[in-house]
């Protein structure tokens, strides 16, 4: 089956260490995305790539960079770990039929639960 | 600035009853909205959609109603059962300056169906 793959499901990190997470995909899905959802909170977009284009959002820290080597996989490196960035990830892809304007759905993977000690 | 609003944490519904979970929105620029459903452990699996040139849209047991003028949207479960017990998150797209277009969730609402 086609799918959202998200590896580590649970990762515990310490203060300050750096920890990389990580997502593949099946579906060729042109664009890969990263949310951080906090307990009871929306999940809230950090950027997206659009093929091999970065896009940052406005208020993502700087602390948050992500890595697309190729069309299936994309990794969100977290530079030094406070005890704020405690969440849940959630990696995501589409087919960006804008052009269509057909739909735009998005997949998600199962989430990685970041904890920070 | 909370654009997309799911004003009820929770909701308790008896099986076989209908669901209704509500959603609203403050931008007029989002014209395609989207429910999905999570459950722990899990990540959101999309669940319907509704474009903004429509009303309605019906799956099975599912609907989604909108309301342009009012902002707001509806998902409507009929029969409810008690696998459908999980959070909705109401999402809404619209047209972006950048690359690919971008959803803005809600804070979600857990359903419990009671058997």
């Known amino acids: 089956d086609a799918m959202v793959i998200q590896n580590p499901r649970y990762q515990v990190t310490q203060f300050g260490k750096p920890v990389t997470l990580s997502c593949s995909q099946t579906l060729n899905h042109n664009v890969m995305y990263w949310y951080q959802q906090k307990s009871s909170q929306a999940p809230k977009l950090l950027f997206h790539y659009y093929d091999k284009d970065f896009n940052n959002e406005a208020d993502t820290p700087d602390n948050f960079q992500s890595r697309r080597p190729n069309t299936s996989f994309c990794f969100l490196d977290i530079r030094s770990p406070g005890l704020g960035d405690a969440a849940m990830y959630l990696c995501?892809?589409?087919?960006?039929?804008?052009?269509?304007?057909?739909?735009?759905?998005?997949?998600f993977g199962p989430g990685t639960r970041l904890t920070v000690t | 600035d909370q654009q997309v609003k799911q004003n009820s944490p929770s909701l308790s519904v008896q099986e076989g009853r209908i669901s209704i979970l509500n959603c609203d929105y403050t931008n007029s620029m989002f014209d395609y909205f989207l429910w999905y459903k999570k459950y722990p452990a899990e990540g959101p699996t999309f669940l319907i959609s509704?474009?903004?040139?429509?009303d309605k849209n019906e799956d099975g047991r599912f609907t989604v109603f909108l309301n342009k003028s009012a902002k707001h949207l509806s998902l409507h479960i009929v029969p409810s059962q008690p696998g459908d017990s999980a959070v909705y998150f109401c999402?809404?797209?619209?047209?972006?300056?950048?690359?690919?277009?971008?959803?803005?969730f809600g804070s979600g609402t857990q359903l419990t169906v009671l058997p």
């Open positions: 999402a809404a797209s619209g047209p972006s300056s950048g690359s690919a277009r971008q959803l803005t």
């Open positions: 509704i474009s903004s040139i429509k």
């Open positions: 995501a892809t589409s087919r960006d039929l804008s052009a269509s304007g057909v739909s735009y759905e998005q997949y």
